[in-house]
């Protein structure tokens, strides 16, 4: 399947299946950090690696990333990336540490890598079981590999085996709110093998579309 032949019908059931894996991943968050949070998916586009890079502030910009590789039935790669402000954010509100900064000692590290890893799992997963449950497609994600580091160095090193079939991703933006002045948006990136791409959209009866 070409990525960029994707119809608006097509593009309108992945932001579906990602708002209600956003109120799955919205619910378990809240329970996490004992406060009320909501996650909605704006928009859902397909874009090409290099608007990746510039979408996150260009390959010099700093950020953190926790690539998953999903293996079954539809092989992929996820990223969920978040700058360096609102991954101290969040964790700060898991730790219930405000002073909190992620060019502190080793141990707190220790910390915040243990709390991005879990929140990396909350809504990796959310979204990849609501996408599962409605395709029936066997979809199981590896342990989240997480990296500070700048976004060219990232992307290029996990995108690398992907980019030989493709040149392009899903973006399903992400936005988190934990009170009225407080959002804090996220980039989801799934980047299907393009063989998976059909099997996804043959499951959901919609391949008809492009």
Same mark, same amino acid.
């Given at each position: 399947?070409?990525? #960029? ?27 996490? =950090? ?11 586009? =397909? ?5 990746? #890079? ?19 039935? %539809? %092989? ?13 954010? $969040? ?38 079981? %609501? ?7 066997? #979809? ?19 995108? $690398? ?7 392009? %991703?899903?973006? =399903? ?38």
């Amino acid at each position: 399947m070409d990525y #960029m032949k994707l119809s608006s019908m097509q593009l309108d059931v992945l932001r579906e299946i990602g708002n209600i894996g956003a109120g799955n991943a919205a619910t378990s968050m809240s329970k996490l =950090i004992d406060r009320q949070i909501d996650m909605q998916v704006p928009s859902v586009r =397909i874009v090409s690696f290099d608007e990746m #890079m510039d979408l996150i502030g260009g390959p010099e910009e700093l950020i953190v990333a926790m690539l998953f590789r999903i293996k079954g039935d %539809a %092989a992929s790669t996820v990223y969920f990336i978040l700058s360096i402000e609102e991954a101290e954010n $969040l964790i700060q509100k898991i730790t219930q540490d405000n002073n909190f900064s992620l060019s502190a000692d080793e141990n707190t590290n220790e910390i915040a890598i243990s709390a991005l890893q879990e929140l990396g799992n909350i809504v990796t997963g959310s979204y990849l079981s %609501a996408l599962s449950d409605f395709t029936g497609v066997n #979809m199981q994600p590896s342990v989240p590999y997480l990296s500070i580091d700048m976004a060219g160095a990232i992307l290029t090193a996990g995108l $690398l085996e992907i980019s030989q079939v493709s040149d392009y %991703a899903i973006i =399903i933006d992400t936005s988190i709110s934990s009170g009225l002045n407080e959002r804090i948006h996220g980039h989801f990136f799934l980047a299907p093998e393009p063989k998976s791409l059909d099997k996804l959209f043959d499951a959901l009866g919609i391949n008809d579309h492009v």
